[in-house]
């Protein structure tokens, strides 16, 4: 493998001469890429004129020898431009409109090199016409930019295994030039003072392994897990390679590769709605989506299934799941969700002692309540079929599958299995420890995904750990690629000087306010009720704030805010407006100009920090008042804090 990639860096250091160019701009005409052809393959990106990247080698190569890129005539080239309107359900926009221009460079040799680029970011993809099956040894993804940029990139935590990972970790900011051998995944970003910012992402990952990155002189090198050789069962009930082969995918000759997105955004508030990696991934599959029910959900496992005040022991329990069942049903919340522990042996078809998923199924029924199952990737996929008949049959509703920690090719093609299996069972998935690609587009009963430094990691981290910056980092960058299940909603919060670390009861760093804040500014259209049903009962008036948010909307627009520093969203759905503003552990004033409402009255009801946030986290406050459109309003933030906002008529 090692000498596969000397081999391919030799080419993105060779420099060319008598190149043909092939050129492609966005419909705005500020994009603007060059692809330029010699015995080798490279592109330069301009943005309103600037160079930021510059001679990026493009190449794949295959085991019999033959290097797609290289050394290749091209015969044709076509050009041409689209516009279509994407409908996008459980998607933060209801709908959207994505113009391209785009190029195709068909070469000697069955393949196909494709660029298409729209207003918010350009992508490219190779594309072969094989009759054979074929194996790839490896695919060279450069992004060589033109200078020493601000980058911000999550790096893979160390681990015996360098492509083991959950794709949770805080973001690095560093420049570009650093090198090193320390693994990264996408999206990350990198700052051009000129223009703005470019995100590398990929979508549209299917029968092929996921990208990682590592940092170059130049900036960004992909490296991509080979094909494990062998497997077994590791903690939680995860799939471990046990050894690795020197070749990244075995798959079909003809067909599609993943698309290599550089997504453009003006300005950090353009990040969060950048629709690049939706836009490219492959359309639904499914005729009938009507059936995909978004939704709120309690859930045990933050909080350790603590209930107090109850005529039973709290646990991993039948008579837990009913009570919850019960908190549900007087909320109106959608779903109950069964966490790790229902089942034994790494067998969801044999139950734990204490629980019986039948009589929890058809108590939900009763109740209106949907059930959702946990389950460990291992297991889930050994026998997902009888899994999905079985459960569905009892009233299940769709499952939770963690563990995966990998993006393997093996894993990929696994994915894409569970989720058409579960679409034909009428189950909806939560996917955990998965880096998101667009399958949420193709598979739309993929209804979220965690990939994030999520809430819980409050359970065991330190104050050192910045929550509150990564809370107002996330949504720019990891959510731009799909929804995330951050698990939000907790009732223990912890201001800068009284957090404290505790697994069975946790808190969150930041205010209450903040954590309400969430529902609006992170797309989730499965969303957590995080905290224990006994404590949400002791404040009933943030149960009711949190259900009168939806969680699906119609728009979705950024109002204002800077990566690892706060933001503010507005949210549109059924004529009804929501706006959620978070900031990190500085607090602020924000003032928010409501020129976007229609003139006449609108009722404003806010919860927002209390006085005393700064020194207890929960403190907060609800008021009620009455504003005109095109008014402004004010809005205090405190350290870790954040405010929530519904206007209707």
């Not at 603007?32 to 309103?48: A, I, N, W």
């Not at 209801?94 to 195709?104: C, P, T």
């Not at 359970?459 to 990891?478: A, C, E, G, Y």
């Not at 407006?577 to 004033?589: C, K, S």
Request: hydrophobic share 40%.
């Amino acid at each position: 493998m090692k000498k596969i990639f000397a081999a391919l860096l030799l080419l993105s250091l060779a420099i060319t001469s008598g190149a043909k160019d092939f050129r492609v701009s966005s419909p705005s005409g500020d994009l603007k890429v060059t692809v330029s052809v010699t015995d080798s393959t490279r592109y330069t990106l301009e943005v309103k004129g600037v160079t930021v990247l510059k001679d990026c080698p493009i190449a794949m190569t295959l085991e019999d020898g033959r290097v797609l890129g290289v050394g290749s005539r091209i015969r044709k080239d076509t050009r041409g431009s689209r516009s279509e309107s994407i409908e996008a359900p459980l998607y933060r926009q209801k709908n959207f409109e994505a113009a391209y221009n785009y190029i195709r460079l068909s070469y000697d040799g069955d393949y196909i090199l494709q660029f298409r680029a729209y207003n918010d970011g350009v992508a490219y993809r190779f594309v072969t016409s094989f009759s054979d099956d074929i194996v790839v040894k490896n695919e060279l993804v450069c992004f060589n930019f033109a200078d020493k940029y601000p980058l911000v990139i999550p790096m893979v935590p160390k681990r015996e295994d360098r492509y083991e990972t959950s794709f949770e970790a805080c973001y690095t900011e560093t420049e570009v030039g650093h090198t090193s051998e320390d693994l990264a995944f996408l999206p990350c970003m990198v700052r051009v003072p000129e223009i703005g910012n470019l995100m590398m992402m990929e979508s549209d990952v299917e029968d092929y392994p996921g990208m990682f990155v590592k940092t170059t002189q130049k900036g960004l090198i992909a490296e991509f897990p080979p094909v494990p050789t062998g497997f077994k069962v590791g903690g939680g009930g995860a799939h471990r390679p046990t050894g690795y082969s020197d070749v990244i995918a075995r798959t079909k000759g003809s067909r599609s590769y993943p698309w290599r997105i550089v997504a453009y955004a003006p300005e950090d508030k353009d990040l969060p709605t950048n629709n690049m990696v939706y836009q490219t991934a492959s359309p639904s599959k499914l005729d009938d989506v009507s059936w995909i029910t978004p939704g709120h959900s309690t859930w045990d496992w933050w909080n350790a299934s603590l209930l107090w005040n109850v005529p039973f022991k709290a646990g991993i329990n039948t008579e837990t799941y009913l009570y919850h069942i019960d908190f549900a049903e007087r909320n109106g919340i959608e779903y109950v969700i069964v966490d790790d522990g229902w089942y034994q042996n790494f067998d969801p078809m044999q139950q734990a002692e204490g629980i019986d998923i039948k009589e929890i199924c058809g108590y939900a029924q009763e109740s209106n309540v949907r059930i959702i199952l946990w389950m460990a990737y291992t297991p889930f996929v050994n026998n997902a079929e009888q899994i999905c008949d079985y459960y569905s049959k009892l009233g299940v509703s769709g499952f939770k599958i963690d563990f995966f920690d990998g993006q393997y090719q093996t894993i990929i093609d696994q994915v894409y299995d569970m989720a058409e299996i579960a679409s034909r069972y009428r189950l909806i998935v939560d996917f955990h420890g998965l880096k998101p690609t667009g399958l949420n587009r193709t598979y739309p009963n993929v209804v979220n995904f965690e990939g994030v430094f999520g809430l819980e990691n409050c359970k065991w981290s330190t104050i050192d750990v910045d929550m509150p910056r990564n809370q107002v980092s996330i949504p720019f960058l990891r959510m731009a690629a799909a929804p995330i299940d951050f698990t939000q909603g907790a009732m223990r919060n912890g201001s800068k000087g009284e957090y404290a670390m505790n697994f069975n009861h946790p808190m969150s760093m930041g205010t209450r306010a903040c954590q309400i804040a969430m529902y609006i500014v992170y797309d989730s259209p499965l969303v957590m009720l995080c905290d224990s049903p006994s404590a949400y009962m002791e404040d009933q008036p943030t149960v009711d704030f949190i259900m009168s948010i939806p969680t699906v909307f119609d728009y979705t627009e950024v109002l204002d805010g800077k990566l690892g520093e706060y933001i503010v969203t507005k949210r549109v759905k059924d004529g009804k407006y929501y706006i959620g503003g978070m900031t990190n552990w500085e607090e602020r004033d924000i003032t928010l100009n409501l020129d976007f409402l229609p003139k006449g009255e609108w009722l404003v009801k806010i919860y927002h920090d209390g006085l005393n946030a700064n020194i207890i986290g929960k403190d907060y406050k609800i008021e009620t008042m009455v504003v005109n459109g095109g008014a402004t309003l004010g809005v205090h933030l405190a350290q870790g804090g954040g405010f929530a906002m519904v206007i209707e008529r």
